[in-house]
């Protein structure tokens, strides 16, 4: 059962060596006591993603991300950096589309280093007018830098053409124009609106003493006021089957995303899917490296991967192959998900499939920030923690049969999206062309 919200603090064990607690305040705490390491992760984490954001305020998540090192009350940008690298840690944040991490890694007896430090930057960040401006110069860099990178920029011109007047379908940086109108006092609402306690989570896993871990994060965030704040309206996205593309005739390669509306987080048989995904073209042993690059030599890369999110999903392929080869490449890609449709995969190829992402589990479980963020995501999403021998049987409770049943309600009878950026002039498709 989770702790309760009511009353005083509260603590339980989650299991052996994880433990929850839930401020007077609202804030939650998850940590993982882990004894064979000498490090510490820990990430201060937002509820809250690019789709939470007002169209005209697309990129303030990210441009807060920002702006919270670039200066404190008592901080500035050099002493955050200094107060860092003095203890030999790593500091870093990033945005998705529903949360936002703030995290540090450092030595076991530098923790309170990196709480102080966290606390400052995510409380008391100084939003100074000067920085904004300078920094909204750099945020628009990033931006063009998407133009140059065509994997990203396929990406966002899929997602913008899947979901589209739907937040899941804006750049979680943001556009040049809605960043550059960013003001210092809008930006402050929405932070304050935001970073509250009952809209945040601390995780921390590796070698620390939960207790004395406890303490010092009562202290550095304990004076937060217990406020709810306003619940932004989240809406689930419709996607949008069909072609988007986006001629760049200075690229050597056509830049190729096919979608199809997947599953939510919370999806009951995601071990399948995660299984399927893999067997499709999440290895170097899958059906898509082996034919597409491995027998023709058609992609340096091609691979498929499952976007979840709370209300929604899809799974997606990547490939970049040259404009006269694009046809080929879209057909083998849909003879593949055809297969999957139509047939169980074999018991070898199964079992290849899961052995593969049981190992990739155990092996990024190694990790200190690893493990804090799957304990986060998992809160995130579940409200609860899963033990690595829980999602282990959940892959090894996975079937051809249950691959097959996946397979069909993700792909039978559903037309197929399409982005491509490059050299799109050759890749006309006739009607139906996407259906399966």
Not at 353 to 370: F, I, N, P, R
């Amino acid at each position: 059962m989770p702790p309760s919200a009511a009353g005083g603090d509260s603590a339980q064990p989650v299991r052996d060596m994880v433990r929850k607690e839930r401020l007077e305040n609202g804030l939650t705490l998850i940590t993982e006591r882990m004894s064979h390491v000498r490090s510490v992760a820990i990430g201060v984490w937002l509820r809250q993603g690019s789709r939470h954001e007002p169209a005209d305020l697309n990129g303030a998540s990210h441009f807060i991300e920002h702006m919270v090192f670039k200066g404190t009350a008592t901080r500035s940008a050099r002493e955050i950096a200094l107060a860092m690298d003095s203890v030999g840690g790593q500091m870093d944040a990033f945005t998705s589309k529903e949360y936002t991490c703030f995290y540090a890694k450092v030595l076991d007896e530098h923790v309170p280093v990196a709480v102080d430090l966290l606390s400052d930057v995510v409380l008391h960040p100084r939003f100074d007018p000067a920085d904004m401006e300078r920094e909204q110069k750099v945020v628009a860099e990033e931006i063009r830098m998407v133009e140059d990178t065509p994997e990203e920029l396929v990406y966002d011109l899929f997602a913008g053409h899947f979901y589209p007047r739907h937040p899941l379908g804006r750049p979680i940086q943001g556009t040049e124009k809605t960043v550059s109108a960013l003001t210092r006092a809008r930006l402050l609402r929405f932070f304050r609106g935001a970073y509250r306690p009952g809209n945040m989570l601390i995780a921390a896993a590796g070698n620390l003493r939960q207790d004395v871990f406890s303490r010092a994060i009562r202290r550095a965030f304990g004076g937060m006021k217990r406020e709810a704040g306003p619940v932004p309206a989240v809406t689930p996205p419709r996607p949008h089957p069909g072609v988007v593309t986006r001629s760049k005739r200075e690229l050597e390669q056509l830049h190729l995303v096919l979608g199809v509306p997947g599953f939510p987080e919370r999806f009951g048989d995601r071990y399948s899917l995660f299984v399927l995904n893999a067997l499709l073209g999440g290895t170097m042993s899958s059906r898509l490296f082996q034919k597409i690059r491995e027998e023709r030599g058609l992609a340096y890369t091609v691979y498929s991967a499952v976007n979840a999110f709370a209300d929604a999903g899809l799974l997606m392929v990547y490939a970049a192959t040259s404009p006269a080869r694009g046809k080929e490449v879209l057909r083998l890609i849909l003879d593949e998900i055809a297969d999957l449709t139509e047939r169980k995969p074999d018991d070898s190829e199964a079992q290849v499939a899961k052995e593969h992402l049981k190992g990739s589990l155990m092996l990024s479980l190694e990790s200190t920030v690893s493990r804090m963020s799957n304990l986060a995501r998992q809160e995130i999403y579940f409200g609860r923690q899963f033990s690595l021998a829980e999602m282990i049987r959940g892959v090894e409770a996975v079937s051809p049969a249950s691959i097959h049943r996946v397979a069909r309600k993700l792909f039978a009878g559903r037309r197929l999206a399409l982005a491509a950026v490059g050299r799109t002039s050759g890749l006309r498709l006739g009607r139906g062309a996407l259906e399966r």
